[in-house]
């Protein structure tokens, strides 16, 4: 989305990426970890974030429940409203991966055409997104529950809940498929650091 001032240029300070890449020894992407509830998103990225940062590379986590009480407070969960927080959130994760980070976005995320957008806006920038769907079935959703989403839903206390009766479209070519109903977290975050030394976005020892 484009600003609605015509009176207004980026401003590209003293440093290029390149270069701030270079002094601080880091380079920087967006992982996008989408997936149903209860999938596992936030706890594998959780665990990944710890990896990282234990070996020394710079990292964060931006979690969608969290970004609801600041950034997307004034948002709802109309498909209108999903679209906008997706959106917002992919454009602090650009930021935050253009200044070296690597940026671990969990966000249920459930329209193809949002994640689309999102992988747009990073190519358009120069910059990595990597699409990480988070698989676990429905039922193994529903059994962890961990925040007790689905009961309500299947009571009737909450509508358009995502994997309900609300759609989910799952990734088509995601670069990296965590099934997290038959794999550990540990196995997981095992998959993606490999996954991320392949790419060449982690120092080399």
Avoid at 79 to 89: F, H, K, L, Q, V
Avoid at 143 to 149: F, H, N, S
Avoid at 191 to 197: H, R, T
Wanted: glycine share 10%.
């Amino acid at each position: 989305m484009s600003s609605s001032s015509e009176n207004i240029t980026p401003d590209t300070g003293n440093i290029d990426r390149e270069r701030r890449w270079d002094l601080i020894d880091t380079k920087g992407a967006t992982l996008w970890f989408t997936g149903l509830s209860g999938s596992g998103k936030s706890t594998v990225a959780g665990a990944l974030e710890l990896a990282l940062l234990q070996q020394g590379v710079l990292c964060y986590r931006l979690d969608g429940d969290n970004l609801r009480f600041g950034l997307c407070g004034n948002l709802g969960f109309s498909a209108e409203d999903r679209t906008e927080n997706i959106r917002r959130a992919g454009e602090v994760a650009k930021l935050f991966s253009d200044s070296g980070m690597l940026t671990l976005c969990t966000f249920i995320s459930p329209y193809r055409r949002d994640r689309d957008q999102l992988r747009q806006i990073h190519r358009e920038a120069g910059l990595e997104f990597i699409e990480v769907h988070v698989n676990a079935p429905l039922d193994v959703c529903e059994q962890r529950d961990p925040k007790g989403l689905y009961k309500k839903a299947r009571d009737g206390q909450i509508t358009g809940f995502t994997g309900i009766d609300d759609p989910y479209e799952a990734p088509e070519s995601p670069e990296i498929a965590l099934e997290t109903a038959s794999h550990s977290v540990p196995e997981c975050v095992e998959q993606i650091v490999a996954f991320l030394g392949q790419r060449g976005l982690l120092k080399q020892s």
